[in-house]
């Protein structure tokens, strides 16, 4: 039988402690799901504020970045088999996670270059049981902010002789940000000056691209973005290291954290149902409804957006579409935050139906997901994109852009062979919304049996992380060469 793993998993963010986006939740359930194949997963984020179940180890640990002596602290929590470990420092104690209402912290390089550093002896720090010569050990990295963490097992553990039989995977969720800073940073991360190539990008240093060419192997969160991130198009000035790279890049499909996400069960819904009876849904509706305070109407088509209000998201797209969908009878609720211009764009849309919410509300995000008829899911690009999945485990059908994850998850609806699960329509193109939302309207006004089937195929399509954690499985060991 094969030995289980051990994988040090490392995030800027992580459910349910903190969280921006779906990285969060892919932090979060990955190492669930892989403890439950029976491995040693260890996962690593920052401890932004206090935490509950987090226990103070007093371990602590010194690393020289910046001209300074950072002495960072370990909390612990084992939570089910996964052994969460938060690296404490003040410079990591923030209010927000990445920035705050003045934009991003000066200090973000410092702040991650030192979750990195400290990630790599966070394990040994706290006194865990782990492998000589690092083997069977993964360290999977996630996004910019852990992309040094490649590097630093390269350069200051494998090249002098430590850790030798551990490899690194770099799991890339969204390629628009990629942690550029100038070159007089580099002097601060504490690599000797050959690795400087490996983070060089057009004169600029940039910590994806050294995650890039550092790791053992790379995954990001579709097979359909693997591609696209090969492209002009969708690489963001990297698509050519990754062309480079592309023999080790894969797409390996997110999964759903299908336990916090069940109508069966969810304790924030005010009915629950599943895809037997569907009943408790139409309860759902109208409560939510009532708690935006649109017209509690079961014949009004309500059409939802959840999601970071970004350029990315093409929220704007929605909001060109809403006076159309206003004609046409449907209500709308919009639940996001981000952008201070597309916030003001949707207050000022706002009417008796259409409603939009500004913030992050996690109870919320449930009764949307479960109350709207349809979900619009209006991305530019979407690496994976987990809204429109929570939506098809809710019997909510989506309307999705035809791009990255989105395409691999949401098939198209067939009226001849009964097939599918949404609608897609072409990115950026606010029409081909209109046309792809006039779609849902009619089917779910004039074809209701048909509608249904839509929604019965989607909740009965398996989201959990059981198929992503198989094939995670598979590729570290390959990078492990077993
Ligand atoms: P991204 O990671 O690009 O933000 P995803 O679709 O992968 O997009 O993940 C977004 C996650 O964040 C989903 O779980 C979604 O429900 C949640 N979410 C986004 N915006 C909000 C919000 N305003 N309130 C609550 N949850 C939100």
């Known amino acids: 039988m094969a030995s289980p793993l051990t994988v040090v998993s490392v995030s800027a963010e992580v459910t349910p402690w903190s ?5 969060a939740d892919v932090a979060a359930a990955l190492p669930v799901a892989l403890a439950g194949r029976g491995h040693h997963v260890i996962g690593v984020a920052p401890r932004y504020q206090e935490y509950d179940h987090a226990w103070d180890t007093q371990r602590t640990a010194r690393f020289g970045l910046f001209g300074q002596m950072l002495e960072v602290r370990y909390f612990h929590a ?5 052994d969460r470990i938060f690296v404490d420092h003040p410079v990591l104690r923030r209010g927000g996670i990445y920035g705050d209402h003045n934009g991003s912290y000066p200090d973000n390089l410092l702040r991650f270059a030192l979750l990195s550093r400290a990630a790599m002896e966070a394990p ?6 782990m492998p000589p010569d690092g083997a069977d050990t993964i360290y999977l ?17 494998r090249a002098h002789g430590s850790r030798t039989r551990a490899r690194s995977i770099l799991a890339i969720h969204n390629m628009a940000h990629q942690g550029v800073y100038g070159r007089g940073d580099f002097g601060g991360l504490d690599l ?10 057009g004169g ?18 579709s097979p359909r973005y693997a591609w696209e991130i090969r492209t002009a198009e969708g690489g963001f000035g990297l698509d050519g290291v990754l062309r480079l790279r592309g023999p080790v890049v894969q797409g390996v499909l997110n999964g759903l954290d299908t336990v916090e996400w069940d109508p069966a069960t969810d304790p924030h819904l005010p009915a629950r149902y599943d895809v037997r009876d569907l009943s408790g849904k139409a309860t759902c509706k109208a409560a939510l409804q009532q708690e935006l305070g649109l017209p509690v109407d079961p014949a009004a088509p309500l059409v939802g957006f959840v999601g970071r209000l970004d350029w990315q998201k093409g929220v704007d797209l929605l909001v060109e579409a809403i006076p159309w969908l206003r004609s046409q009878g449907a209500q709308v609720v919009v639940l996001g935050s981000g952008s201070p211009d597309l916030e003001d764009a949707l207050r000022r849309v706002a009417g008796p139906t259409v409603r939009p919410w500004i913030g992050f509300s996690g109870p919320l995000a449930h009764r949307v997901t479960a109350g709207c008829d349809i979900l619009v ?3 530019r ?17 989506p309307v999705v852009a035809a791009t990255g994850g989105l395409v691999d998850t949401v098939s198209v609806y067939d009226p001849l062979s009964q097939d599918g699960t949404g609608w897609h329509f072409h990115p950026g193109q606010t029409h081909d919304l209109v046309l792809a939302l006039g779609n849902a309207l009619h089917t779910l006004r004039h074809w209701p049996d048909s509608f249904r089937g839509i929604v019965r195929r989607g909740m009965a399509r398996d989201w959990s992380w059981e198929r992503p954690a198989a094939e995670y499985e598979t590729l570290m060991r390959v990078a492990l060469g077993q």
């Open 19 to 23: 969280k921006v986006g779906g990285l």
């Open 78 to 82: 084992r939570i089910g088999q996964v």
């Open 124 to 129: 040994y720090s706290v006194g865990l049981q």
């Open 141 to 157: 990295a996630h996004d910019w902010h852990a992309a040094l963490v490649p590097l630093y097992l390269a350069a200051r553990y």
């Open 192 to 201: 000797e000056p050959r690795w400087w190539s490996t983070l060089e990008m």
């Open 204 to 221: 600029n240093m940039n910590l994806l691209k050294g995650g890039i060419m550092a790791a053992d192997r790379l995954t990001t969160v």
């Open 377 to 379: 899911v209006p991305s």
């Open 381 to 397: 690009f979407e690496p994976c994109g987990l809204t429109q999945l929570q939506a098809m485990r809710y019997g909510t059908v």
